[in-house]
């Protein structure tokens, strides 16, 4: 049972433009949410998190929107820049002390020159 | 200051075969994490410790063992290797709500 999903393995977008990677959870408890970023033969990165209290989380470019009663978060993007391009993982957890993480698959992003 | 570091990078092992992972963090965290990556999937949790001497099981702990003797060392320990453990295994810590990651080890079990 997949409870952080991420239905698109891939996205490309042009630089310049607006990413948007889209996450969806089935697990009503998780209260904190997280993206990461991963380059090849790296580990992940802490990118921007949001916790349930809150709808929309900014940190520069980037943007975290969630959405509870759709149990859907978006990260967004822009500009797009080249160095963008990167997998990114959405990650769920819920309660206090020790974050278990729950990661989506994770998306591929490109960024076109 | 080098923030989490894992030994080995790679390693090749043979059914059968024992092996330890070693994580170690000199960011003085309380949490430390085992996490193992496979193709088209998340990271899972197989353990996780709150702090020196403490251990438990995350959502993968089958076929592992691990052990926190020192603060900033996590050791992951596979018994008897078997090829469902093919993966990419990374370690993190956290002090609050961000987990930091080392750069992963990458074993192949024959």
């Known amino acids: 049972d997949q409870q952080v999903k991420q239905n698109s393995p891939s996205l490309s977008v042009q630089e310049g433009r607006i990413s948007i990677l889209n996450c969806d959870y089935t697990?009503?408890?998780?209260?904190?949410f997280l993206w990461y970023k991963k380059y090849p033969a790296e580990g992940p990165t802490f990118l921007i998190s949001?916790?349930?209290?809150?709808d929309k989380n900014e940190d520069g470019r980037f943007t975290v929107f969630l959405n509870k009663s759709a149990k859907h978060l978006s990260l967004h993007i822009v500009p797009s820049q080249p160095g963008d391009s990167a997998v990114y993982f959405c990650a769920a957890s819920y309660g206090q002390g020790a974050q278990k993480l729950v990661f989506g698959q994770g998306t591929r992003l490109t960024i076109n020159p | 200051n080098a923030g989490v570091t894992q030994t080995p990078k790679f390693r090749v092992l043979k059914t059968g075969q024992s092996m330890t992972l070693l994580c170690a963090q000199d960011m003085n965290h309380e949490y430390m994490y085992w996490y193992r990556q496979d193709p088209g999937m998340g990271l899972r949790l197989i353990h996780y410790s709150v702090g020196e001497g403490t251990t438990a099981k995350g959502e993968v702990p089958d076929g592992y063992n691990v052990s926190r003797l020192k603060k900033q060392n996590f050791l992951l320990g596979l018994e008897s290797a078997a090829p469902s453990q093919t993966s990419v295994y990374f370690c993190?810590?956290?002090?609050?709500?961000?987990?930091?990651f080392g750069p992963g080890t990458r074993l192949t079990v024959l």
């Open positions: 697990n009503s408890m998780f209260d904190y």
């Open positions: 949001i916790s349930s209290i809150k």
């Open positions: 993190a810590s956290s002090y609050l709500d961000t987990q930091y």
